[in-house]
């Protein structure tokens, strides 16, 4: 594992605006004028992209002060710049960001569990979100259980939003939130994703059509006026 470094990014949100009875929904609801810290958590270079790139671009679009925290766990040297490079032109020249690639390896983490939970804390203690993006509890993939196990486990009073990444398991369930999407936007991320992972491009499941049928599937579910939408899983909600 490389060696990490926090640097703070982002200014204490939940405590202060916590205090004055804001809840992260009221953040936003309020517009730019309140600009959320958001935590985006994945285990593979582009599970984040695939699971709520679409949503980041329209949360940041409609908050472009917002800080995002984005952390993949996982990823050799090649596979973390492809991740670096795509979540940089995803979060485009204005927003406030740190990238961190933590380095752990793919397919293992329930083996590594101490090691990562201590990498959880680190990302605890340099940021303080109000809104978090992360696994599915439900997910079949090992690696991506105890991302989202980490973050319940961490982060005790957010609003967590867990996606969903399509597999051949067939894990795809039945979302509880879903985040109308313009058509525009469904194709600012798909073009990201085919831009920038090329480790990935010989996979039979990495195409366009896949992640536009996906994002047309969960529209159609979420009556988009656009017919398009992404799906979340949303466990504990406070009003
Ligand atoms: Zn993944």
Not at 83 to 93: C, M, P, V
Not at 199 to 217: E, I, P
Request: one cysteine or more; charged letters at 25%; hydrophobic letters at 40%.
């Amino acid at each position: 594992m490389r060696a990490l470094s926090f640097d703070q990014v982002g200014r204490p949100a939940l405590d202060a605006r916590a205090q004055a009875g804001e809840t992260p929904l009221d953040i936003l609801a309020q517009g730019d004028g309140q600009s959320p810290n958001i935590l985006v958590l994945g285990a593979h270079a582009d599970d984040i992209e695939i699971g709520c790139g679409g949503s980041l671009l329209r949360l940041l679009a409609e908050h472009p002060h917002s800080a995002v925290h984005w952390v993949v766990l996982s990823g050799s040297e090649a596979r973390a710049e492809e991740a670096r490079a795509s979540a940089n032109d995803l979060l485009g020249a204005g927003t406030q960001r740190e990238i961190v690639c933590g380095g752990f390896r793919d397919g293992f983490f329930p083996y590594q569990g101490a090691e990562i939970k201590d990498f959880f804390e680190g990302v605890k203690s340099c940021f303080t979100p109000d809104i978090i993006f992360t696994h599915r509890r439900d997910d079949a993939h090992q690696d991506h259980r105890l991302i989202a196990e980490l973050t319940w486990n961490t982060f005790r009073d957010h609003l967590i939003f867990e996606y969903e990444i399509p597999k051949y398991d067939g894990d795809l369930g039945q979302p509880n939130v879903f985040i109308r999407l313009s058509e525009e936007t469904c194709e600012r991320k798909v073009a990201i994703l085919m831009r920038h992972f090329a480790t990935q491009r010989n996979k039979h499941w990495f195409t366009d059509d896949l992640f536009f049928g996906l994002l047309r599937l969960r529209g159609m579910e979420a009556n988009s006026p656009t017919t398009y939408a992404e799906g979340f899983y949303c466990r504990k909600v406070v009003i």
